[in-house]
């Protein structure tokens, strides 16, 4: 019997002054329970991973992106990802492919064992050298607009670096997923400008943020989605509908 089968019982059981108030406290109490159970919120603070109720793993956004991402197809697409972790095995289980940029060596080492089955591909980045001058991205040819990525996550390494890395990457039917962008983390070199500043240059990309809480986090903040409208992804997608993780 779900929640709502029995609250419409009890609510037509109980007389008005005393359903209120108990309808009042019930949800105070049982909306964050359902919520920390249903999305696996309390299960991931447990563990200390993100992880959705099933324990299967989930990418450190939060969750109303988490929600739009699980909304749309994403086999065989290739995905890019700078600071790799729960993320490479969400986008893993997803379908996808991925090519991790980790400063973790430790973190890489322990990633590559659990990927060592897949055709996944994680490079390690020196923290003491630049970024910009990562020689499997350059190799990619910057300005060719012809790159091989679906998806571009930012959530590790150096973050402007990367958006720059990501921002140069980005053709019509790539998306680009910024973590934590409420920090608009800067350029060392240009302080006074960040990475939003930067997307906003080009006035054809759209921006959404999704601001809510994170897996097994207390503290709410934000994920931001860059794409250009002509996406191929955003057609023919179903009706959103509430999909608990």
């Known amino acids: 019997m779900s929640i709502n089968s029995t609250a419409d019982k009890l609510r037509k059981a109980l007389p008005g002054f005393i359903w209120e108030p108990f309808r009042k406290?019930?949800?105070?109490?049982?909306?964050?329970?359902?919520?920390?159970?249903?999305?696996?919120?309390?299960?991931?603070?447990l563990k200390s991973r993100a992880v959705d109720k099933k324990g299967q793993p989930l990418p450190w956004y939060t969750y109303p992106a988490i929600e739009w991402i699980l909304g749309k197809d994403w086999k065989g697409a290739n995905v890019l990802e700078f600071g790799?972790?729960?993320s490479s095995l969400f986008w893993d289980r997803m379908g996808a492919t991925v090519t991790g940029i980790e400063d973790n060596l430790t973190w890489k080492l322990m990633l590559e064992y659990k990927l060592r089955k897949t055709?996944?591909?994680?490079?390690?980045?020196d923290p003491k050298d630049s970024l910009l001058g990562?020689?499997?991205?350059?190799?990619?040819?910057?300005?060719?607009?012809?790159?091989?990525?679906?998806?571009?996550?930012?959530?590790?390494?150096?973050?402007?670096?990367?958006?720059f890395?990501?921002?140069?990457?980005?053709c019509n039917n790539t998306f680009v997923i910024i973590d934590n962008s409420d920090g608009n983390h800067k350029s060392a070199a240009k302080p006074e400008r960040g990475y939003i500043e930067m997307f906003n240059e080009n006035p054809d990309?759209?921006?959404?943020?999704?601001?809510?809480y994170p897996p097994g986090n207390s503290r709410a903040?934000?994920?931001?989605?860059?794409?250009?409208?002509?996406?191929?992804?955003l057609?023919?997608?179903p009706v959103p509908v509430v999909s608990l993780v």
């Open 165 to 170: 890395w990501a921002y140069s990457f980005m």
């Open 84 to 86: 790799c972790g729960q």
């Open 235 to 237: 057609k023919n997608q």
């Open 221 to 233: 903040h934000c994920t931001s989605v860059f794409f250009y409208p002509q996406n191929k992804r």
């Open 205 to 212: 990309i759209i921006r959404i943020d999704f601001i809510g």
């Open 119 to 125: 055709k996944h591909k994680i490079i390690y980045q």
């Open 134 to 163: 990562n020689e499997y991205l350059n190799s990619l040819g910057y300005g060719s607009g012809n790159y091989p990525f679906d998806v571009i996550c930012v959530d590790g390494c150096d973050r402007y670096a990367a958006a």
């Open 25 to 45: 406290v019930s949800n105070s109490i049982l909306g964050p329970l359902c919520f920390s159970w249903e999305t696996g919120h309390l299960k991931s603070s």
